[in-house]
């Protein structure tokens, strides 16, 4: 089979009682569970019924794939261990975006690419000023995504592939700039801008840190680990932060606005949220004599209080990009001559109970990728509340790679799912005549 288009396999029967048997295509990709192609069912009367959407694909794409059971994570075929440790982040936003690692040639005009575009418009600053200084870095993040749109839309022709290389370049370059200029507006710094010079990441800790009266020197393992944590963070196929954002593209909805979508749905502690909840609740917990108060109200059906940082929908082994960051943590933890850190204690602590109990070990429920990613960040000098706007930064070459993919696609259309109506069967308004 081409490497795009699912082989049919086989044909599965649905026997409804009443109904004629129906014959269902079993589809085969190049990697990952066999999958029922359903699109038929609808004109026969019916449709299917996954909230949540545990057990369905929506759409068939090229750029990652993850087996959960095993805790493989591939980016267009690479392991995510290997990139993490000999790539960098472009390069694998070029992967992900192009399908292939970069060439010495490429990467260098990719590079120049991005920094060529790491500038805003100028007047996006007073986009800025009109939220107020406490407002959470998320929520200017939606907004000033969104806002884009307004200010390049000189390259908004989704049929056209130059204007979708664009803006992909665009908003990896630009979105550094943003989250940067998000946190100096919250503690009332001025704005800095981007030094072409630095590498990505360092780059963005120059944006974060630096001030007009003093030079931020950027360290080098410090900067590795923020690439590092861009890279584990770039692309997590069918999430909800993606299909939000492929949902929002299918109407043909600019890619500045399908990023906000995505932004918007990478917010919730249940997604992107969570290594900031997670901080938190390390914070919350405090000393490691409190796990066991914290471990048993995870396990309490009747209290909604979960461990923020273990689980995961998908992965019921171990999370491969947690393995990455667990080192990349204790190599910054080095580097800072952090030794008694209190967090970092009720982390290992909360690691090795959660681990050893059974409650965890039945459900699977391991460390994930933001267990680690806040402790790491927390080190760096990095607020909690900015936690999340790193993921979305990280993320955006995935978001624009799968919205990219889908204009592509001869299969897309607009995302339209069903639903069981539950509510009040057809009634009249006193004195109202229906026509049903
Ligand atoms: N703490 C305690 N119990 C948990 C946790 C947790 N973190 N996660 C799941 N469980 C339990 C559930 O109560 C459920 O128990 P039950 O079978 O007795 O009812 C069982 O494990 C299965 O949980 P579900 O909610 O069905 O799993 P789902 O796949 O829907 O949820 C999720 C996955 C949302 C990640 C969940 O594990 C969670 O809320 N984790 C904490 C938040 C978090 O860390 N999110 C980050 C995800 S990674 C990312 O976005 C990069």
Request: charged content about 20%; overall charge neutral; aromatic content about 10%.
């Amino acid at each position: 089979m081409q490497d795009d288009t699912p082989e049919l396999v086989k044909y599965a029967t649905l026997n409804i009682p009443g109904h004629d048997p129906i014959e269902l295509p079993v589809l085969r990709g190049t990697m990952g569970p066999e999958v029922i192609d359903i699109r038929a069912l609808g004109k026969q009367g019916y449709f299917t019924y996954d909230p949540g959407f545990v057990s369905t694909a929506a759409c068939s794409s090229r750029i990652t794939f993850i087996d959960g059971a095993k805790g493989i994570l591939l980016y267009r075929g690479y392991p995510i261990d290997q990139l993490a440790t000999k790539a960098n982040y472009l390069k694998v936003c070029y992967l992900l975006l192009k399908g292939e690692l970069p060439d010495k040639e490429q990467y260098t005009h990719f590079e120049n690419e991005i920094k060529h575009h790491t500038l805003i418009h100028e007047q996006i600053t007073s986009l800025f000023k009109a939220f107020r200084r406490d407002s959470h870095p998320m929520a200017i993040m939606c907004g000033i995504a969104g806002a884009l749109s307004a200010f390049y839309h000189d390259n908004l022709d989704i049929y056209d592939p130059e204007h979708r290389e664009k803006t992909a370049i665009r908003l990896i370059a630009k979105i550094p700039t943003l989250a940067a200029m998000a946190y100096k507006y919250s503690i009332g710094h001025p704005f800095i801008y981007p030094q072409n010079k630095l590498s990505y990441a360092a780059n963005f800790l120059h944006m974060m840190f630096a001030t007009p009266s003093e030079d931020y020197e950027v360290n080098p393992v410090i900067a590795r680990a923020m690439d590092r944590i861009f890279i584990l963070h770039a692309d997590h196929e069918q999430n909800a932060s993606t299909s939000s954002v492929r949902l929002a593209g299918s109407s043909g909805a600019n890619p500045y606005a399908c990023i906000a979508a995505g932004i918007a749905s990478l917010w919730g502690p249940a997604h992107g949220g969570a290594n900031e909840a997670c901080l938190r609740m390390l914070e919350q917990i405090g000393t490691t004599d409190r796990i066991p108060e914290f471990i048993a109200r995870a396990k309490d059906k009747n209290d909604p209080f979960r461990l923020s940082g273990f689980g995961h929908r998908v992965y019921k082994a171990y999370d491969p990009r947690a393995v990455v960051m667990r080192e990349t943590c204790h190599e910054v933890l080095n580097e800072l001559h952090i030794e008694n850190h209190p967090i970092l204690d009720v982390a290992t602590e909360l690691e090795r109970i959660a681990l050893s109990d059974e409650y965890f070990i039945e459900r699977h429920l391991y460390p994930n990728v933001d267990f680690y990613s806040g402790i790491i960040l927390n080190a760096i000098g990095i607020p909690t509340s900015m936690f999340t706007v790193i993921f979305a930064l990280a993320r955006t070459v995935g978001w624009i790679a799968h919205w990219t993919e889908m204009q592509e696609m001869p299969e897309s259309r607009i995302g339209r799912p069903r639903q069981i109506y539950v509510g009040k069967t057809l009634r009249q308004v006193k004195g109202g005549r229906s026509r049903l």
